[in-house]
């Protein structure tokens, strides 16, 4: 919450949602909100842990954020969003490889998941630069997805 009015303009930019089925935050206040709603860091039925972070590049500039959503299982979700004018900078791909080694040390987690539009293109060649993988459909049967989504996951040794 505390970094709602500098998180807005980033996540506020129409072109960060081609691919994301969800719309701009309306204001900082709606922004505000929403990110309260995560600050326990766990689910309202206590069975998941919620952990966000902002990235900063490497003049403190606000980039993005990375989120990873764990389950009961341990299995975890990773998202990610960047603006657009930090793209291609290696910013995300180093956030988020960071983001999994803190969650694998303090969490003891070892597969996690990325669901990405197919078209998006930049999603799904970053978690291929972290080792991610397309998740055989045996494994993603029981997951729900739309058509046009990518399920990929990383199982660490």
């Known amino acids: 919450m505390a970094h709602a009015e ?3 303009p980033v996540l506020a930019e129409a072109a960060l949602y081609e691919f994301i ?3 701009p ?3 900082v206040n709606a922004l505000r909100r929403k990110l309260a709603r995560s600050e326990s860091r766990k689910s309202p039925d206590g069975s998941e842990h919620w952990l966000n972070w ?3 590049d490497d003049s403190h500039r606000l980039a993005g954020q990375v989120q990873a959503t764990i389950a009961a299982n341990l299995d975890t979700n990773v998202a990610y969003v960047f603006g657009s004018a930090f793209w291609g ?3 995300a791909t180093r956030a988020v490889a960071q983001m999994l080694q803190i969650v694998a040390a303090e969490f003891g987690v070892r597969r996690f998941i990325v669901v990405a539009d197919r078209r998006n293109t930049r999603s799904v060649r970053l978690a291929e630069r972290l080792g991610f993988v397309e998740m055989p459909p045996q494994q993603a049967a029981d997951r ?3 058509s046009t989504d990518i399920l990929m996951h990383k199982v660490l040794p």
Request: glycine share 6%; aromatic share 6%.
């Open 144 to 146: 729900i997805v739309a």
């Open 21 to 23: 089925d969800e719309d």
């Open 6 to 8: 500098e998180l807005f």
């Open 25 to 27: 935050p309306e204001s």
């Open 54 to 56: 902002v990235v900063r």
């Open 89 to 91: 900078r290696g910013i």
